[in-house]
Nanobody, 127 residues
Framework: QVHLMESGGGSVQAGGSLRLSCAAS????????MAWFRQAPGKEREGVAA????????DYADSVKGRFTISQDNAKNTLYLQMNSLKPEDTAMYYC????????????????????WGQGTQVTVSS
């Protein structure tokens, strides 16, 4: 049984940094994809970043490129999202997602490509 649990959210001023963590259990890292999504009130869930463990490559939303970094520690079964230069528009609930297969057709930012989800951690950025 796959279980994902996020942590590390909080409140920060614009320009600040946060690091989110996602602890995974019951999950095999080989040939897998893991991602971070976020959802603000009244908005659709959007993909933030993804990492493909089999290829060690990553993808990012244009809105976070150069500011956010996704990484994973296989020994700890943990996914991370380092968020720097945070902006008020980054305010959202952040979710960890995972799937045993790479997203079809490169659709890493579609939430329908992921079977497993965490409960979310809130990030609030004030101006």
């Amino acid at each position: 049984q796959v279980h994902l649990m996020e942590s590390g959210g909080g409140s920060v001023q614009a320009g600040g940094s946060l690091r989110l963590s996602c602890a995974a259990s019951g999950y095999t890292y080989s040939s897998a994809c893991m991602a971070w999504f976020r959802q603000a009130p009244g908005k659709e869930r959007e993909g933030v970043a993804a990492i493909y463990t089999g290829r060690s490559s990553t993808d990012y939303a244009d809105s976070v490129k150069g500011r956010f970094t996704i990484s994973q520690d296989n020994a700890k079964n943990t996914l991370y999202l380092q968020m720097n230069s945070l902006k008020p528009e980054d305010t959202a609930m952040y979710y960890c997602a995972a799937d045993h297969n790479p997203p079809y057709g490169g659709r890493w930012s579609s939430p329908y490509e992921y079977a497993y989800w965490g409960q979310g951690t809130q990030v609030t950025v004030s101006s």
